[in-house]
């Protein structure tokens, strides 16, 4: 697993970030709070159980740092061990103490091409098809793969978010986007360009996940009916 980060970026981390590093998960529900960070290190992102950080010195890797307590480093780690090298994943570089170092990944991702009104080439998408069956053919199974976690660099897909492809669910995320984008973004918004509201991207969210989540209820309830005729 691991590829030999620079010996001075592991010092720094080791040194100055761990010790130095204030965050704060109250709600598993909710991002992770960085109340501190030591210079030079800069924050890139935060998820519900870890944040991701970066040191100007060293920009083509980041660091992802899970919470204490937080779950998901030991499957996340084996996920990265499965998948080996692909160009539309990321790759573990360094793999210790709650901690992963990893090759960054550039980008836009697809929600945020759709507010900055970027085209999106199908090829991004044929990207992503392959990146996905390629996993399953490494024993994964691809988890909560959705408009923030995929991207678009130089009119290539990549995958961001690994963490969830050991989970043995059905997820439709990816196939109900790929409807979207054949049946609604090609025909229609991609020849307009527009650029859609933040505001309503996280209307269509929320309305997505409740609609989900209703399919999901209808689901359950004809099973147990079925069940109890049987």
Same mark, same amino acid.
């Given at each position: ?53 970066? =040191? ?36 573990? @570089? ?7 170092? @990893? ?42 793969? =959705?408009? #923030? ?39 229609? @918004?991609?020849?307009? #360009? ?14 997505? #996940? ?15 009916? @079925?069940?109890?005729?049987?």
């Amino acid at each position: 697993m691991d590829k030999s980060p620079p010996t001075q970026m592991l010092e720094s981390i080791y040194q100055e970030l761990l010790p130095k590093l204030q965050i704060e998960s109250i709600n598993p529900r909710n991002p992770i709070k960085i109340s501190h960070i030591p210079a030079p290190w800069q924050p890139l992102g935060a998820g519900n159980y870890a944040v991701v950080v970066y =040191h100007p010195d060293y920009p083509d890797c980041v660091v992802k740092i899970y919470a204490p307590g937080r779950p998901g480093y030991d499957e996340e780690v084996e996920v990265y061990r499965r998948l080996g090298y692909h160009p539309a994943f990321s790759e573990c @570089l360094y793999a210790r103490d709650d901690f992963l170092i @990893l090759k960054r990944l550039y980008g836009t991702t697809l929600y945020d091409c759709m507010h900055l009104g970027l085209p999106i080439p199908q090829q991004v998408i044929l990207d992503i098809d392959e990146a996905l069956k390629y996993a399953e053919s490494r024993g994964l199974h691809p988890q909560d793969v =959705h408009g #923030r976690n995929v991207m678009m660099y130089q009119n290539r897909g990549l995958v961001v978010d690994i963490s969830d492809f050991l989970h043995i669910e059905n997820c439709s995320k990816w196939n109900d986007l790929k409807k979207a984008y054949y049946w609604l973004y090609r025909p229609l @918004l991609s020849p307009l #360009r527009l650029r859609v509201p933040y505001s309503t991207l996280d209307m269509v969210r929320k309305f997505y #996940r409740i609609a989900t989540a209703l399919k999901n209820s209808v689901y359950l309830l004809i099973r147990k009916l @079925l069940r109890l005729r049987s």
